[in-house]
């Protein structure tokens, strides 16, 4: 039995309009709610899609160390094509299963510069408003 199918005089149960506001009034005081930076928020949109690919099976301040220390060595597709396997993967080491992700960053990479001419915009932003719905519910 839904609220909007309730007696108005069953004791105890919300009618439609309370149970929208206790919602409301829930989401309002939920940490969710806030706006908080994390690691796949950046305003260049390859870095955040670089940081949605390192933070699988990642704690957000293990990506953190892995984004940092791979884009100190570069911070574009072709920059990162460049470099060896090893170097990548010891650059993202902190973020785990970094062998795997050496391969998928570097396949990631090839595709935006023959696909895209390494620009990426929708993909990115895509992918941020995906988990900001997910955080949101």
């Given at each position: 039995m839904?609220?909007?199918s309730a007696p108005p005089d069953a004791p105890g149960l919300l009618d439609a309009d309370e149970i929208d506001a206790l919602f409301e009034r829930l989401k309002s005081t939920s940490?969710?709610?806030e706006k908080r930076e994390t690691v796949k928020d950046d305003r260049v949109a390859f870095r955040a899609l670089v940081a949605c690919l390192l933070s699988a099976q990642s704690l957000d301040s293990n990506?953190?160390?892995a984004k940092n220390a791979l884009?100190?060595?570069a911070d574009t597709p072709a920059g990162i094509l460049v470099l060896d396997d090893q170097a990548i993967a010891a650059a993202i080491r902190p973020a785990g299963l970094y062998n795997?992700?050496?391969?998928n960053l570097k396949r990631l990479c090839a595709a935006l510069i023959e696909e895209h001419g390494e620009v990426v915009h929708l993909v990115a932003f895509a992918t941020r408003d995906a988990i900001e719905a997910q955080e949101l519910g």
């Open positions: 839904s609220a909007k940490p969710a709610s990506t953190a160390k884009f100190a060595l795997m992700k050496t391969r």
